[in-house]
């Protein structure tokens, strides 16, 4: 494996020391939104039939004014009224149904794109590894996931609606316009390309700004989605007041921010609507003189008024669509950098499947530094053989936990190499190296539904008699059955309705369940009472029974179990063997041991006192 081991991790470096691409605004950039409405071509040219349509009825009205001003006025044809009348409200008919058709199918690609988007988003950061995790905020992704991605929808959607639909019109009224009289519309069009400059820059400005505002509410949104989470702590340490006040902060950076961004656009929409109502009165006076010169009738005149009013109101809702579609470029950018970002940890191209390992676990002169900083682990070698249970021991910061997160291949290592069963884990597929591992964090993190659904997030597919086998193994299925609604009791955010002993218990059921031969446990009893400790001691007694364990101990007095324990300090395993070797050795375990046994004896004492 060497080679394709040698490779697979220069990838995986390069490829997570690689921030993802800027996405520059622009043609690419909208190829690249345009391509979600593919799947719905056929939707799309149906609804732009029927947006076409609608735009090309929209320009009905006028010509039928004109006619009414020049002939039924003129002559006093009251019979020509009626028909003209009837026509007006059949071609008003006409042009609902076709606006309910095109209506319906925008709205329906937009639903689909949004459904589309965060399952494609949502999926790709389920797929990217565990650094990208501890670097980047739960509210700033939810961010992503509903307010971006509700922008590009409406860009997508109802702005690209609005701009077809306003642009055809707009052509057909100058089209109708130049028919009626050329001079007249030339001398309208002659404003054009100020109000498209215009455009131009306060777009760029109104991209900026709103990229802020975008950024500002994501970042409130963490603060709340922290305090939130952290609840527990809020309200022991009496800090509602501190959280409400971090928040206002927030919201008010957002505020100050959207407040930039209303001032641009509340002097840039008057603007443009001074110069539309400014070639309005152009079109009056001009055109009365067209008229008063014979070259032009009355009606005709009412019509190019009209039509004038169509191109003013369809160019100023283009200009303002302009804005609205550099505002979304934000979102847009934000949203695909996030798609573009890589897995710092991936498959190699010829990984191999597990099938059910015997549980071997090899460290191989292992090193490992988060990003730059300072090495984590330095040259770490050992061997676990098959169903032994090994202890990880040290002081804090001594590289304990970035061992037990190298073994399922949470990260990748940046020297030597972990092997289950004598292959490297960076030749096995993710997938499969941790099915045939079972984790028991120190602290254990229900999801909100059911006893039933969290045991059976071990293995779905299990049936009742071995979901409750596992309950009873964990010493769960007493105190589950004695809940109000058994296994189908919901446990809670974070499974803030069950005590710690409890949640502790269900996530034993849940490994017990996967039937791992892997078991990395991270000392799931240092927190608990006396009665919750054994019980959760006798669950685990039972989980590791035939599996190789690995155990994170905190103290000391439960290392007993463990066939040899590993002494780490400063990255590096300073002592290695059983409990009674260590401790005639007189190291550091030796010392660490009788530390903790002092300061409980202490405790102990102080205790007795009263204290």
């Given at each position: 494996y060497c080679r394709t081991l040698k490779e697979a991790a220069l990838f995986t470096r390069r490829r997570a020391a690689t921030p993802p691409a800027d996405i520059p605004p622009g043609p690419v950039?909208?190829?690249?939104?345009?391509?979600?409405?593919?799947?719905?071509?056929?939707?799309?040219?149906?609804?732009?039939?029927?947006?076409?349509?609608?735009?090309?009825?929209?320009?009905?009205?006028?010509?039928?004014i004109r006619s009414v001003v020049d002939s039924v006025l003129v002559e006093g044809d009251e019979g020509?009224?009626?028909?003209?009348?009837?026509?007006?409200?059949?071609?008003?008919?006409?042009?609902?149904?076709?606006?309910?058709?095109?209506?319906?199918?925008?709205?329906?690609?937009?639903?689909?794109?949004?459904?589309?988007?965060?399952?494609?988003?949502?999926?790709?950061?389920?797929?990217?590894?565990?650094?990208?995790?501890?670097?980047?905020?739960?509210?700033?992704?939810?961010?992503?996931?509903?307010?971006?991605?509700?922008?590009?929808?409406?860009?997508?959607?109802?702005?690209?609606?609005?701009?077809?639909?306003?642009?055809?019109?707009m052509i057909g009224a100058v089209a109708i316009m130049v028919v009626i009289n050329w001079r007249l519309t030339l001398s309208i069009l002659l404003m054009v390309p100020v109000v498209i400059l215009l455009g131009f820059i306060f777009g760029a400005i109104l991209r900026r700004i709103s990229t802020e505002v975008?950024?500002?509410?994501?970042?409130?949104?963490?603060?709340?989605?922290?305090?939130?989470?952290?609840?527990?702590?809020?309200?022991?340490?009496?800090?509602?007041?501190?959280?409400?006040?971090?928040?206002?902060?927030?919201?008010?950076?957002?505020?100050?921010?959207?407040?930039?961004?209303?001032?641009?656009?509340?002097?840039?929409?008057?603007?443009?609507?001074?110069?539309?109502?400014?070639?309005?009165?152009?079109?009056?006076?001009?055109?009365?003189?067209?008229?008063?010169?014979?070259r032009l009738t009355g009606g005709e005149l009412v019509a190019f008024l009209i039509y004038g009013l169509t191109v003013a109101g369809s160019f100023a809702s283009l200009v303002g669509l302009?804005?609205?579609?550099?505002?979304?470029?934000?979102?847009?950018?934000?949203?695909?950098?996030?798609?573009?970002?890589?897995?710092?940890?991936?498959?190699?191209?010829?990984?191999?499947?597990?099938?059910?390992?015997e549980g071997r676990i090899t460290f191989e002169d292992v090193s490992f530094t988060y990003g730059d900083d300072l090495e984590v682990l330095r040259h770490v070698n050992l061997d676990i053989a098959p169903g032994e249970i090994v202890a990880l021991v040290g002081p804090s910061g001594a590289g304990k936990s970035t061992m037990f997160n190298l073994i399922p291949r949470f990260y990748d290592v940046t020297g030597g190499r972990v092997c289950v069963d004598g292959i490297d884990v960076r030749a096995i597929t993710q997938a499969s190296l941790r099915a045939q591992i079972g984790i028991v964090p120190?602290?254990?993190?229900?999801?909100?539904?059911?006893?039933?659904?969290?045991?059976?997030?071990?293995?779905?597919?299990?049936?009742?008699?071995?979901?409750?086998?596992?309950?009873?193994?964990?010493?769960?299925?007493?105190?589950?059955l004695a809940l109000p609604q058994g296994y189908e009791t919901v446990v809670g955010e974070r499974g803030v309705r069950l005590s710690g002993g409890q949640r502790q218990r269900i996530a034993i059921a849940r490994a017990i369940l996967k039937d791992p031969r892997i078991l990395l446990l991270d000392e799931a009893t240092s927190s608990l009472d006396s009665e919750s400790e054994h019980l959760v001691q006798d669950a685990l007694s039972r989980l590791m029974q035939g599996r190789t364990t690995v155990i994170i101990a905190h103290r000391l007095s439960t290392v007993r179990i463990a066939h040899r324990i590993a002494v780490l300090?400063?990255?590096?395993?300073?002592?290695?063997?059983?409990?009674?070797?260590?401790?005639?050795?007189?190291?550091?375990?030796?010392?660490?041991?009788?530390?903790?046994?002092?300061?409980?004896?202490?405790?102990?004492?102080?205790s007795g006192n009263g204290l």
């Open positions: 950039q909208w190829r690249r939104m345009l391509g979600y409405l593919a799947p719905y071509k056929w939707r799309l040219v149906l609804a732009l039939a029927a947006l076409s349509a609608a735009a090309a009825l929209s320009l009905v009205f006028p010509a039928v020509l009224l009626n028909r003209i009348t009837l026509a007006l409200l059949g071609v008003f008919f006409v042009r609902s149904l076709v606006s309910l058709v095109e209506a319906y199918n925008l709205n329906y690609i937009g639903e689909r794109i949004v459904m589309d988007l965060r399952r494609q988003l949502y999926a790709h950061i389920q797929s990217l590894s565990m650094g990208f995790f501890t670097e980047r905020r739960v509210g700033e992704l939810v961010s992503r996931m509903s307010s971006d991605v509700t922008m590009m929808r409406g860009a997508l959607t109802s702005n690209l609606n609005t701009l077809l639909h306003q642009g055809l019109t975008q950024d500002e509410l994501a970042a409130s949104t963490v603060v709340a989605e922290e305090a939130f989470q952290n609840i527990r702590e809020v309200k022991s340490f009496v800090r509602e007041d501190h959280e409400i006040a971090r928040y206002n902060q927030a919201i008010g950076r957002a505020f100050n921010a959207a407040l930039r961004l209303l001032r641009v656009r509340v002097v840039f929409t008057p603007l443009v609507a001074f110069m539309g109502f400014g070639s309005l009165t152009l079109i009056l006076w001009f055109g009365g003189r067209e008229v008063l010169a014979g302009y804005t609205s579609f550099q505002e979304a470029l934000g979102a847009t950018k934000r949203v695909f950098q996030l798609l573009d970002t890589p897995p710092a940890v991936r498959d190699a191209p010829d990984a191999i499947v597990l099938e059910r390992a120190q602290e254990t993190l229900l999801f909100g539904g059911s006893i039933r659904e969290n045991i059976l997030y071990g293995r779905l597919d299990a049936d009742e008699d071995d979901l409750i086998a596992a309950a009873r193994a964990a010493n769960a299925h007493e105190f589950i300090d400063a990255g590096q395993i300073v002592e290695l063997g059983t409990h009674d070797d260590l401790m005639a050795a007189g190291g550091l375990y030796a010392r660490l041991y009788e530390m903790q046994f002092r300061e409980a004896d202490l405790l102990a004492a102080a």
